[in-house]
């Protein structure tokens, strides 16, 4: 089966300590994103890829990096920077192009710091 | 900057209705709008994609049209079932900016009561 997997599907951890949330794809699709989303508010985007090796911050990426070593990986550590840490976490992934393709979703991580 | 409003917020109906959810953009320029459908604690599954040059889409049950230039888009589904209960959102992707991210309303919570 194509898709999208995420793993932990939970994810507990202390204040101050970095973990990694897991993003892989049998797609075959060139771009990648990582949305943040929480309660009342709409999903907001905090990095994307759209090739090996090239990553471009979003809207909300201050405490959070990435790499994109693998066409089929992309993971995303939270650093002890961000402030807000606890949410739901999807990644995302589509055709490299013009804008005109339809972007599938993962299951998402939920992670809770506290 | 482009900003996507959903109205309303919750919807309560009947089994067997006929409804309409709707989504409004500020910036007309955009190269497709996704609705998606979010269970509880889940992922985003895609429904329909309507590029900039359609007017609408179908799949089964569910219609979805736009009207890029007043910034507009609904999604009809037809003959609920207890089973569409969940929340929709709409996403665009506007031209500006460089890449395909999505710039997400913030849902319709849909309930169908039996």
């Known amino acids: 089966d194509g898709g999208i997997t995420q793993s932990p599907k939970y994810l507990f951890r202390k204040e101050g300590q970095n973990v990694t949330l897991s993003c892989e794809q049998n797609?075959?699709?060139?771009?990648m994103y990582w949305y943040r989303q929480d309660p009342g508010q709409g999903l907001r985007l905090i990095y994307y890829s759209q090739i090996v090796n090239d990553f471009q911050k979003g809207d909300i990426a201050e405490g959070y990096s990435v790499s994109r070593e693998k066409k089929e990986s992309f993971p995303l550590t939270v650093t002890s920077a961000q402030k807000n840490p606890t949410a739901f976490y999807l990644c995302a992934s589509s055709k490299k192009g013009a804008g005109g393709y339809e972007q599938y979703f993962g299951p998402g991580t939920r992670l809770t710091v506290t | 900057k482009q900003e996507v409003t959903q109205i309303p917020a919750a919807l309560s109906v009947p089994e067997g209705e006929n409804l309409v959810l709707n989504c409004s953009f500020t910036d007309s320029a955009i190269y497709n709008l996704q609705w998606f459908r979010q269970d509880p604690g889940k992922g985003l599954t895609s429904l329909l994609l309507?590029?900039?040059?359609?007017r609408e889409q179908t799949s089964g049950r569910l219609n979805a049209s736009l009207d890029k230039s007043s910034g507009r888009s609904t999604l009809y589904i037809a003959a609920s079932q207890p089973g569409d209960s969940a929340t929709y959102l709409c996403a665009v992707v506007p031209t500006q900016g460089g890449s395909e991210k999505l710039v997400f309303g913030k849902g319709t919570k849909l309930t169908v009561n039996p």
């Open positions: 309507i590029q900039s040059s359609q």
């Open positions: 797609l075959n699709h060139d771009a």
